[in-house]
């Protein structure tokens, strides 16, 4: 089947009242987050951020952040809100005598997605750049096929400059984009390569030890790696956590609908992640869908 899915029309700033912000602020907000996230914040320099995932202790994420550096001192990362208070609530226990304060800052900002000629021709070329202009930060993300993207941060009272998106076409763009942010539905359901999140720049494997570092480490050095997320297009609606089933098993699920949306031309896109060996060409369904998997965006990085 072919299905166009270009978003290259799609130019603008979307609101995202789905997201919300956690701010570390205090001399030690950087190594605090460095020793509990997969990504590496001690390095982490003010024209850079970062994708990071918090994990238990048997490496499946429980939050999923873009994160970036305001001060030395001041750490903000954005997450959905259906996550953010049980995620604030657990990093918290993990502070002790670290000195950083978290709190949820969500009402001190306003948040757009950008898309097309919206994002600012400053901003660094390559995902996860970080481009600070008065209180306003934008990171520009992974693109949604040629389309570029970036998450504008602001103050409750601003607003970026471009034409109106809505959140539903910025949804989709985020589909399209490959890379999947955490929800309430699929918490502790994946490890961060079970999203792809090794190569796209969401785990650092140098750094030091972290919730559940040593599962998500083996996990790639020992190539044991038997699930990945795929793009895939369906005929009818998906949510968030719907169970995937591969033609020649109508009982046992081979994966999990991670992220979903309408596609603006029709029928519904999605991130889905499931078990490699069910991306065969054989038909998939969830509920009364069917689905049919897509080119991934970027490179996977090889198992080790």
């Known amino acids: 089947m072919s299905q166009d899915t270009s978003p290259t029309s799609l130019h603008g700033a979307a609101p995202l009242p789905s997201l919300g912000v956690i701010a570390a602020e205090g001399d030690e907000a950087a190594s605090f987050l460095h020793s509990q996230l997969t990504q590496d914040f001690a390095l982490l320099g003010v024209s850079e951020a970062r994708l990071a995932a918090l994990c238990t202790a048997k490496g499946r994420m429980l939050a999923s952040f873009v994160a970036f550096k305001r001060a030395h001192d001041r750490i903000l990362l954005v997450c959905r809100r259906d996550l953010l208070p049980a995620t604030l609530k657990r990093l918290q226990m993990f502070v002790l005598r670290a000195k950083v304060k978290l709190r949820d800052a969500s009402d001190e900002f306003a948040l757009r997605g950008l898309a097309g000629d919206a994002v600012p021709a400053g901003l660094g070329t390559t995902p996860w750049s970080h481009l600070a202009e008065g209180d306003v930060s934008v990171v520009r993300l992974y693109p949604a096929g ?159």
Request: glycine share 8%; aromatic share 8%; proline share 10%.
């Open 146 to 304: 040629a389309t570029p993207r970036a998450l504008w941060v602001g103050p409750p009272d601003a607003a970026p400059a471009a034409p109106a998106l809505t959140e539903a076409q910025w949804d989709w763009l985020e589909v399209i984009s490959g890379v999947a942010t955490l929800s309430q539905p699929v918490v502790e359901a994946f490890v961060p390569q079970m999203l792809n999140y090794e190569s796209v720049g969401g785990v650092n494997f140098k750094k030091g030890c972290y919730p559940g570092q040593e599962v998500v480490a083996r996990s790639q050095f020992r190539g044991t790696l038997k699930r990945r997320a795929y793009l895939a297009h369906a005929d009818a609606p998906l949510q968030a956590g719907q169970e995937v089933f591969h033609a020649s098993d109508a009982e046992q699920p081979t994966g999990t609908v991670v992220q979903a949306a309408p596609n603006p031309q029709a029928g519904w896109d999605a991130i889905v992640s499931m078990q490699t060996g069910s991306a065969d060409g054989a038909p998939l369904r969830a509920g009364e869908a069917t689905l049919h998997l897509l080119p991934l965006p970027y490179p996977l990085l090889d198992d080790i």
